[in-house]
């Protein structure tokens, strides 16, 4: 059972962005905090942003000033928006709900399979 649908990624080059959306599909999800991680080849999972129900946010200092996280409380789906890629943002960007504000992955109750952004010169 999916609880977390992500889409959005794909190939996009240097420079350019992207726009990655996250649809939970229980409706209790709806209310928690949700978050993005990315994950690249050979690589530990890292945080890059999470915003809660009231639009609290935080992000990675990878990502501050590329990136905007927001959500639509009525869907609950969440968006990352990224901009000025970089060939290092490539990863599996992964969506998770929990509860707490928290760049820590196992505070995360729910995940996403993730979706694939791949950065290209």
Known sequence: QANLVESGGGLVQVGGSV????????????????GWFRQA???E????AAITRIM???YADSVKGRGTISRDNASGTVYLDLSGLK??????????????LTEEGA??????QGTQVTVSS
Do not use: N
């Not at 999972?45 to 890059?48: A, K, L, N, P």
């Not at 943002?89 to 709900?97: K, Q």
């Not at 505070?107 to 996403?112: A, E, F, M, R, V």
């Open 87 to 100: 060939l290092e943002d490539t990863a599996v960007y992964y969506c998770a709900a929990g509860l707490p």
């Open 56 to 58: 609290r946010t935080l």
């Open 45 to 48: 999972r890292e945080f890059v």
């Open 107 to 112: 505070k995360y109750s729910y995940w996403g």
């Open 41 to 43: 080849p050979g690589k």
């Open 19 to 34: 726009r990655l959306s996250c649809s939970p599909s229980a409706q209790d999800i709806r209310t928690y905090t949700m």
